[in-house]
C-alpha cells in the first residue's frame, strides 16, 4: 500500500471525483485540474505516513479543500470601485438550471462554497464536513444556513431578472 505503484493506483481510482469536487469549488475545469495536482502532489508526499486505504480518499479531500482555501486566502479577487454603474447588458437566452446553480454558487465565499459543496454534493454529514474543514459541527450548521440563504437569494434574484428556470427536455443536467 505505501510503494509507488500503490500511490498510482490510488491517485488513478481517486482523481474523478477530486475533479468533480474541484470544479464545484473552483467553478473552471483548468483550475479544477490544477488544484487536484497539487493535492496528489501533496498526498504523494505524505503516502508512506498513511496507514490504511479507506484513510487515503478521506485525507485526500481533506487535502483538496484545505489546499483550495489556502489558495483562495492568497489570491483575494481584486474589485474595480466606481462611481457609476455599468449600463445593463443585453440578456441572454435563459442558462441552464445547472449553470445558474454554479454561477450562484461561485459568489460564496471560500469556506461557504467548501461547506456547501461537502454537505450537499459529497453528501457528508455535519460531522464529516467539521473533520474536513477542522471546525466545530456547530460552525458547519451557521455556515450551511448562511451558505443556503445566500444561494436562495442569488437564485430567486435570477429568476426573477430572467424567468423561471426549466430543467432541460432531454433530462440530462
Not at 447588458?89 to 446553480?101: G, H, L
Not at 454529514?125 to 436562495?152: F, H, I, P
Request: charged content about 25%.
Amino acid at each position: 500500500m505505501r510503494s509507488a505503484e500503490g500511490f498510482a493506483e490510488f491517485a488513478e481510482a481517486a482523481a474523478p471525483r477530486l475533479r468533480r469536487t474541484a470544479f464545484l469549488l473552483c467553478g473552471d475545469w483548468h483550475s479544477a485540474e490544477d488544484l487536484v495536482q497539487s493535492t496528489l502532489a501533496k498526498v504523494f508526499v505524505a503516502w508512506r505516513r498513511i496507514q490504511r486505504h479507506d484513510t487515503a480518499q478521506a485525507y485526500a479531500s481533506r487535502t483538496l479543500v484545505n489546499t483550495y482555501l489556502a489558495d483562495r486566502r492568497l489570491k483575494r479577487p481584486a474589485e474595480v470601485l466606481t462611481a457609476v454603474l455599468p449600463e445593463r447588458p443585453v440578456e441572454p437566452p435563459a442558462p441552464e438550471t445547472r449553470m445558474v446553480v454554479l454561477g450562484a454558487l461561485a459568489l460564496l465565499p471560500p469556506r461557504s462554497r467548501a461547506v456547501v459543496v461537502l454537505r450537499y454534493w459529497a453528501d457528508l454529514s455535519v460531522e464529516q464536513v467539521a473533520a474536513v474543514l477542522d471546525c466545530s459541527t456547530g460552525n458547519v450548521k451557521s455556515q450551511s444556513a448562511r451558505a443556503l440563504s445566500k444561494l436562495r437569494e442569488l437564485l430567486a434574484d435570477d429568476i426573477t431578472t430572467r424567468g423561471p428556470v426549466t430543467a432541460p427536455k432531454n433530462g440530462t443536467s
